[in-house]
């Protein structure tokens, strides 16, 4: 090698490990130098929890934590302007960003600071004024919360919570809405577990309960409203799959074959005139506004599909409500059940029927009873169904939740009913049964006969039909009502309806048939049943607002009786063979047709009714 070169190489070698000791040294100078400006932050940070602060500049969140800190990152809380509702659920949210973010908000005077930047309004006003004042709560987190509820917060809770738990209703809100209120209301109201539940299933939309009790009800509230949403999830993408393929239906007067069949008489085919001035015009094809055509229509897409029904010369009135009907489903379906019943009512012109407590098994006691009932019903009626619930000894405990519930009222028997599983009252009982209802507004009907002491002949024929009547006495439904009376003054019931006087006897009135015979006829067979039942509100009469139930019938058509035109379940009758007149031809519920010239709608459309009385808050 050539000592010139090997003198060169050594030359840079020894000049770039000259560079790399200096590199070296700048190095630890850098991080000498960190490690300086690390301590030097971590005092600043230790300086600023001691100080008091004489001024608060933005929320300590605005600046964000610091680059060494692994705290998340927390957007802010809507700020506060002092709503008194809204004032906890503020401070919750403040606390959980003090919470995920710790090493910011360390110093109880950071915190106060941080909730007064975000507040507005009267809420700035307030804050401002005591962040001067100095005052000991300025210091201490705790005790600022405590004064700015103090201030500002009007939650509901105890008696006024439970007062607007008992009336709280779903109405047009979705399940998830209505159980958020449900849930708020309920935590401070000091309900039972059992009447939280009852009373969030009076709160749901019937055709939503109709739906719910098809399935076992849980006891829980939590795996109720669990079911309840997932139950409303799926009605709503029902909905929306209807809404992209549901027909309109074009046949007039024929059963409805399912529940999106409405009725509507209000809107006519346009005449050729009409639709030309329309198109010359650019007008819609369907409402006549300006803007869009009959596609796009907003009006079309807000309305069901529609039906015109010509009814000729047919006499038309409020669907009939018979309250007296016994189903006797569930236990004794040999008897009958709700898919009979409710055919040979819609055949019959009634709209809604109210099925009393016994002959089936179990009986509509108490609240599970009751829940029994309803699922044996659902999917199986072709009318609106409500529901009696019944008084028999020892269930006192059972009539709140039921009234809760919806049942329409109560029956009870003074004497054997005729089946062993609902057993006749005795006074004690009555009294109560009479304590449990008091200001529920709840109705309470009775079997007004009372059993006495008679002698009975062993020559009495048990075959003839004046032997029965004699061991029914007058004297047994006398004793009866005079015991009745006394308890209704003395819990301040009133008698429906009150006691007409001896010319005024159902007989002579049915025998004075006059000029109002038809009003007569909707009063006695609609408005009253309706108003028994606290079924006013929505049945019973041709009113803006109550369901559109209507029978269609010829009073003069005549007609025979025979197996084919009875739908209930057993057919013997003694009117087979007679020739009858008045003949129903179509029924109508909510708008749908139900049966049609002795045809009925392909499924039954009819839902449960459930009454909403006017229940004490506690329970």
Known sequence: MDPAEGSSLQSALELQGAMLGRHEQELSSTRHSVDNLSAQFAGLVERLDRLTLSGFASAPSTVGPSPLSSE??????????????????????????????????ASETSKVAYVISLLTGRAREWGTAVWESQAKCCF???????????????????????RLLASIQQGRRSVADYSVEFRTLAATSGWNAEALVARFLEGLNDAFKDELYAREVPDRLDDLISLALRLDARRELRRRARMRTEPVASTPLAPSSDESEPMQVDRLRLTAKEKQRRLLEGLC?????????????????????????????????????????????????????????????AAGGV???????????????????????????????????????????????????????GVAGFKCFMIHSGVEEFPHVTDADLHAAMKQLQGTGSVLLFHAEQEIQLPV???????????????????????????????????????????????????????????????????????????????????????????????????????????????????????????????????????????????????????????????????
């Not at 005549?558 to 003694?574: M, Q, S």
Request: with cysteine; aromatic share 8%; hydrophobic share 35%.
């Open 457 to 619: 002949s062993e020559k009495e024929d048990r075959h003839e039909y004046f032997t029965f009547l004699r061991s029914r006495p007058d004297i047994m439904e006398l004793e009866a009502i005079r015991t009745v009376t006394q308890l209704c003054l003395k819990y301040q019931y009133v008698m429906m309806r009150p006691v007409k006087k001896k010319k005024s006897t159902t007989f002579n009135y049915l025998l004075t048939v006059s000029a109002d015979y038809e009003e007569m006829r909707v009063r006695i067979l609609c408005k009253e049943p309706a108003q028994l039942c606290h079924l006013d509100n929505q049945k019973g009469s041709l009113i803006p607002g109550h369901d559109a139930d209507l029978v269609i019938w010829d009073p003069e058509k005549e007609f025979t009786v025979n197996e084919d035109t009875i739908h209930h379940k057993n057919k013997l009758t003694p009117y087979l063979g007679l020739a009858l007149r008045g003949k129903v031809k179509a029924t109508i519920v909510r708008g749908k047709v139900v049966y049609s010239h002795g045809s009925f709608s392909s499924q039954p459309l009819g839902k449960h009714l459930f009454i909403q009385h006017n229940t004490l808050a506690t329970l």
């Open 351 to 405: 709209t809604t029927i109210v099925d009393m407590p016994l002959n089936s098994i179990p009986p509509t006691t108490t609240l599970r009873n009751f829940h029994e009932k309803l699922r044996a019903a659902t999917g199986q009626c072709f009318v609106d169904t409500a529901f009696w619930g019944g008084v028999i000894p020892g269930n006192k405990l059972e009539l709140r939740p039921m009234v809760q519930a």
């Open 140 to 162: 201490e987190f705790e005790s600022f919360k405590d004064e700015m509820i103090k201030t500002f917060d009007q939650s509901v809770f105890g008696k006024e919570a439970s």
């Open 285 to 345: 094809l369907y409402c006549a506004a300006q803007g869009h055509h009959a596609q796009s229509c907003p009006v079309k897409q807000s309305r069901p599909p529609q039906r015109i029904l010509d009814v000729g010369n047919s006499l038309v009135m409020p669907g009939i409500v018979d309250c007296h009907v016994h189903v006797n489903e569930p236990g004794r379906t040999s008897w009958e059940g709700y898919w009979t019943a409710t055919r040979a009512a």
């Open 72 to 105: 998340p990152r927390v957007n802010n809380p809507p700020t506060y302007a002092g709503e008194p509702k809204s004032c906890k659920s503020f401070l919750i949210q403040c606390e959980v960003v003090f919470s995920l973010q710790s090493r910011t908000y």
